[in-house]
């Protein structure tokens, strides 16, 4: 289990938490909710015991962890490029080098001769026997489970994790932490990149889970379906709000409580201010200057209590103005790419209009990404070019926030990005974007993901780009702030090539057309593809 004696979080002066104490017992699965940038991820780092990502965020207070823990982070750029994928799942309960012992005997017992094959055939009786007895078939059978049930094909098991897309490398370490059968499992943010049949067995498997659990999500289904307590980091107050109680009782009682604080601060503003009028009216007459102090005083005490609240702000986003273009910006002819003897996808080829509108759809690893990254010249084809026509302003946003560089600061990013800008232009747009004077030198690094996503769509909107290529635009982001999205889709003037698996953001988009991985068929959207979004 988890506890937290007097633990303060912060980064740079900001103080995200301060002297905390809390515990996660037998049974508790708890839902960390919290305004995006409130510290969430960064809590649930700490609770895992992983290191801080920059010297600027640092913690004090204890804390301490028994039993098993499995901890699924947001970035799973982790474990060896070379593994596959199978391997990275069966090497968290240290099965997969038996497997591969076992797998080597076979191979000797059919390619030797003589005394060698004799003892080849000994060693895999010896290992096969060795690993039954241990119950590794059975656990390498429910390995193979898990990762049908999160849509991870025996195809893709067999392949290294370096060839894997970011969705499917997502599925991988999900499917790993919850073979770990750790005692605690924290979670941030594991819907990201999941179809929704994999979502709802996610569910499911949850709801039945003997262990216990920290989710942080979006997904305000899978709170309702499996929590039976909210945590609610409050970072304005440095407080996390503890409730006993399911997702639905929640919502009421923070609802209650957030009125309660509005009236006691109103009140308590109300009295400081007459104290405060009365002690102006008082303090000049010799015969009641100490009366007015002590007004004063009292007053002072009283604006003590109020606590500083903000409301949820949402991210007012406007898609850039488009630069002028020819006929038709973007052309690709013939592309074909490979990941070794893996075929992502053969012969591809599109042509963008000014102003078009194509959703790109497929199974996870059927190169969506890949394409993406090709056409925004981050990655060679194998085959096959990409031509840029007249005018061609591209800006590219990645799933994995790849076009943000974490050594440099949020402010340096935006520089970066529209180097024409004077310094006060840029500032303003990263206020739009709800980044404070404070946030505009934090290193880029240490930003949630929400915050992250945030930034990389800030950097999009000073870029005056004619095609957008966009990577799940809408992964990491709250309610409110998916709605902006949606709405700055839906009226932006240039042409977009968008990736997603949030049916939303294509009926915001209203595409014409859509592209259909790893074949490359182009046909004329309709409502029927909607079905298909949400599987791909």
Same mark, same amino acid.
């Not at 003997?210 to 499996?226: P, W």
């Not at 945590?231 to 304005?236: F, M, Q, S, T, V």
């Not at 402010?411 to 970066?416: A, E, K």
């Given at each position: 289990?988890?506890?937290a004696?007097?633990?303060?979080?912060?980064?740079?002066?900001?103080?995200?938490?301060?002297?905390?104490?809390f515990?996660?017992?037998?049974?508790?699965?708890?839902?960390l909710?919290g305004?995006?940038?409130a510290g969430k991820?960064?809590?649930?780092?700490?609770?895992?015991g992983e290191s801080?990502?920059?010297d600027a965020?640092?913690?004090?207070g204890?804390?301490?962890?028994?039993?098993?823990?499995?901890?699924?982070?947001?970035?799973?750029?982790?474990?060896d490029?070379?593994?596959?994928?199978?391997d990275?799942?069966?090497?968290?309960r240290?099965?997969?080098?038996t497997?591969?012992?076992?797998e080597?005997?076979?191979?000797?017992?059919?390619?030797q001769?003589?005394?060698?094959?004799?003892?080849a055939?000994e060693?895999?009786v010896?290992?096969?026997n060795?690993f039954?007895m241990?119950?590794?078939?059975?656990?390498?059978?429910?390995?193979?489970?898990?990762?049908?049930?999160?849509?991870i094909?025996?195809?893709?098991?067999?392949?290294p994790?370096?060839t894997?897309?970011?969705?499917?490398?997502?599925?991988v370490?999900?499917?790993?932490i919850?073979?770990?059968?750790?005692?605690?499992l924290?979670?941030?943010?594991?819907?990201?990149?999941?179809?929704?049949?994999?979502?709802?067995?996610?569910?499911?498997?949850?709801?039945?889970?003997s262990?216990?659990?920290?989710?942080?999500?979006?997904?305000?289904?899978?709170?309702?379906?499996?929590?039976?307590?909210?945590?609610?980091?409050?970072?304005?107050?440095g407080?996390?709000?503890?409730?006993?109680?399911?997702?639905?009782?929640?919502?009421?009682?923070r609802?209650?409580?957030?009125?309660?604080r509005?009236?006691?601060?109103?009140n308590?503003?109300?009295?400081?201010?007459?104290?405060?009028?009365?002690?102006?009216?008082?303090?000049?007459?010799?015969t009641?200057?100490?009366?007015?102090?002590?007004?004063?005083?009292?007053?002072?005490?009283?604006?003590?209590?109020?606590?500083?609240?903000?409301?949820?702000?949402?991210?007012?986003?406007?898609?850039?103005?488009p630069?002028?273009?020819?006929?038709?910006?973007?052309?690709?002819?013939?592309?074909s790419?490979?990941?070794?003897?893996?075929?992502?996808?053969?012969?591809?080829s599109?042509?963008i209009?000014?102003?078009?509108?194509?959703?790109v759809?497929?199974?996870?690893?059927?190169?969506?990404?890949?394409?993406l990254?090709?056409?925004a010249?981050?990655?060679?084809?194998?085959?096959?070019?990409?031509v840029a026509?007249?005018?061609?302003k591209?800006?590219?946003?990645?799933?994995?926030?790849?076009?943000?560089?974490?050594?440099k600061?949020?402010?340096?990013?935006?520089?970066?990005?529209a180097?024409d800008l004077?310094?006060?232009?840029?500032?303003?747009?990263?206020?739009?974007f709800?980044?404070?004077?404070?946030?505009?030198?934090?290193?880029?690094?240490v930003?949630?993901?929400?915050?992250? &996503?945030?930034? +990389?769509? #800030?950097?999009?909107?000073?870029?005056?780009?004619? *095609? /957008? !290529? %966009?990577?799940e635009?809408?992964?990491?982001?709250?309610?409110?702030?998916?709605?902006?999205?949606?709405?700055?889709?839906?009226?932006?003037?240039?042409?977009?090539?968008?990736? &997603?698996h949030? +049916?939303g #953001?294509?009926k915001?988009l209203?595409?014409?057309? *859509? /592209? !259909? %991985?790893?074949?490359g068929?182009?046909?004329?959207?309709?409502?029927?593809y909607?079905?298909?979004?949400?599987?791909?």
């Amino acid at each position: 289990m988890i506890s937290a004696q007097n633990l303060t979080m912060r980064i740079g002066t900001r103080v995200l938490l301060d002297h905390a104490s809390f515990h996660v017992d037998k049974g508790m699965r708890v839902g960390l909710v919290g305004r995006n940038g409130a510290g969430k991820t960064t809590l649930a780092r700490l609770l895992a015991g992983e290191s801080l990502p920059d010297d600027a965020m640092e913690y004090t207070g204890t804390i301490s962890r028994s039993g098993t823990l499995g901890y699924l982070p947001q970035d799973t750029h982790t474990g060896d490029p070379g593994e596959s994928a199978r391997d990275r799942i069966l090497s968290v309960r240290g099965i997969e080098r038996t497997l591969r012992q076992i797998e080597k005997a076979e191979r000797d017992m059919g390619t030797q001769t003589g005394s060698k094959q004799q003892k080849a055939m000994e060693r895999f009786v010896r290992l096969d026997n060795e690993f039954t007895m241990a119950g590794g078939w059975a656990a390498n059978s429910e390995a193979s489970q898990l990762a049908a049930a999160l849509g991870i094909s025996d195809t893709t098991l067999k392949q290294p994790m370096e060839t894997l897309s970011g969705g499917q490398r997502r599925r991988v370490e999900l499917a790993r932490i919850l073979f770990s059968h750790a005692d605690t499992l924290i979670l941030d943010e594991p819907t990201n990149h999941l179809d929704h049949d994999s979502i709802v067995w996610l569910r499911d498997y949850l709801r039945a889970y003997s262990g216990s659990f920290i989710v942080i999500s979006h997904s305000i289904d899978l709170l309702k379906d499996t929590v039976n307590n909210v945590w609610h980091l409050d970072a304005n107050r440095g407080v996390i709000d503890a409730y006993h109680m399911g997702w639905q009782e929640y919502v009421g009682q923070r609802a209650a409580d957030e009125r309660r604080r509005k009236r006691e601060n109103a009140n308590a503003q109300k009295k400081a201010d007459a104290l405060l009028a009365q002690a102006e009216k008082m303090r000049y007459k010799a015969t009641k200057a100490v009366a007015a102090q002590q007004m004063i005083k009292r007053a002072h005490e009283l604006l003590s209590t109020v606590e500083v609240t903000e409301e949820d702000k949402v991210a007012h986003l406007r898609f850039p103005a488009p630069a002028p273009s020819g006929k038709t910006p973007l052309t690709a002819n013939g592309l074909s790419k490979s990941f070794g003897s893996l075929e992502v996808f053969t012969d591809v080829s599109l042509a963008i209009d000014r102003a078009s509108r194509v959703v790109v759809l497929g199974l996870n690893g059927a190169g969506k990404t890949t394409l993406l990254r090709i056409l925004a010249g981050l990655e060679e084809p194998d085959t096959g070019q990409v031509v840029a026509g007249h005018g061609l302003k591209l800006g590219y946003y990645a799933q994995e926030h790849e076009t943000i560089d974490g050594h440099k600061t949020v402010l340096q990013n935006m520089v970066d990005a529209a180097p024409d800008l004077d310094d006060t232009a840029v500032r303003n747009v990263l206020g739009s974007f709800l980044f404070s004077g404070d946030d505009d030198f934090k290193p880029a690094s240490v930003l949630s993901g929400g915050e992250k &996503t945030r930034l +990389a769509l #800030a950097m999009l909107v000073v870029s005056s780009a004619n *095609v /957008l !290529l %966009l990577d799940e635009p809408t992964n990491n982001l709250d309610p409110a702030s998916r709605d902006e999205i949606l709405k700055a889709l839906s009226s932006y003037e240039g042409a977009v090539v968008l990736v &997603t698996h949030d +049916a939303g #953001a294509v009926k915001a988009l209203n595409p014409d057309r *859509v /592209l !259909l %991985l790893p074949d490359g068929d182009e046909d004329l959207f309709s409502d029927d593809y909607l079905e298909l979004v949400e599987l791909a």
